[in-house]
């Protein structure tokens, strides 16, 4: 785990309330064997990761996951909504995977965030209590909190200090909030993990979002345009760019680390 990583205590709060989906009895992780749970691991239903870069989601890809691209909550719902109502298909779960803006000023960026929740001002939802359980065997230097879901960027620290103060969260992102509804009515386990981009004292600057197609890429000719139109975002563009290299290194060695089926627990 990269050495920007909070340590998760264990003695926290281990997610949701009354208004939370808790599935099973605390069912215990699927211990590691041999070749057969290998193969077992290959025939099963596949976990839908939610992502709302396109890099995020070519980090994401792997064995039993069909990575789902955003960016943003409008375009998450209606893609997940398609891909669940379509042909039969047996899916394990619904995970956000990516990278989101930090709340909590203690969070570097690279921190690894296993969310307990997603809130928005409408409604907290729980993570599924077993899926968390075996992320927090699999990331134990993974930091957990509340994430908040958020229909626009957080562009400024004022935006991300008052979110904090109002939500209690950690980190925040525009894709978790559309993917836990979702998640819940089809009736599917939801989890959350996210690794801290830009922390709460970073501004993000106009190029950045600009750069950001409909598809989740990086559209280079918008970004450089908005730079050449205001230079003075270049020392800025310049530190959320090693913002974004942590967090990137981060999340590879987070996925790595799940593995199959992003550590879905058999249900």
């Known amino acids: 785990m990269d050495g920007a990583g909070g340590v998760y205590d264990a003695g926290g709060d281990r997610g949701g309330d009354e208004r939370g989906d808790r599935r099973g009895g605390g069912r215990k992780a699927r211990p590691r064997a041999g070749r057969d749970d290998e193969r077992d691991d290959e025939r099963g239903a ?21 990575p789902l691209v955003g960016p943003g909550p409008a375009r998450i719902a209606a893609r997940l909504d398609a891909l669940l109502s379509g042909p039969e298909q047996d899916w394990a779960g619904v995970m956000s995977f990516g990278c989101a803006a930090g709340l909590d000023p203690a969070l570097a960026p690279g921190t690894c965030v296993l969310a307990v929740g997603v809130y928005t001002p409408a409604w907290r939802l729980a993570a599924d209590a077993d899926w968390l359980d075996v992320l927090r065997q699999r990331l134990p230097q993974a930091r957990g909190g509340w994430l908040a879901g958020v229909d626009a960027p957080l562009v400024a620290p004022a935006d991300k200090a008052r979110l904090l ?62 730079l050449a139109g205001e230079p003075r975002q270049l020392g800025a563009m310049r530190a959320l760019a090693r913002d974004a290299w942590r967090a990137r290194r981060t999340l590879r060695r987070v996925r790595a680390r799940l593995g199959v089926a992003l550590a879905a627990p058999p249900y």
């Open 46 to 66: 596949p976990v839908i990761a939610v992502c709302g870069l396109a890099f995020e989601a070519a980090i994401a890809a792997g064995r039993r996951v069909v």
């Open 165 to 226: 103060q109002a939500s209690g969260a950690v980190v925040a992102d525009m894709e978790s909030h559309a993917a836990a509804l979702a998640a819940r009515r089809h009736g599917l386990p939801f989890a959350a993990c996210r690794v801290v981009l830009d922390p709460a004292g970073r501004s993000v600057p106009p190029s950045a979002l600009a750069g950001v197609q409909d598809d989740g890429r990086t559209a280079w000719l918008a970004l450089l345009r908005s």
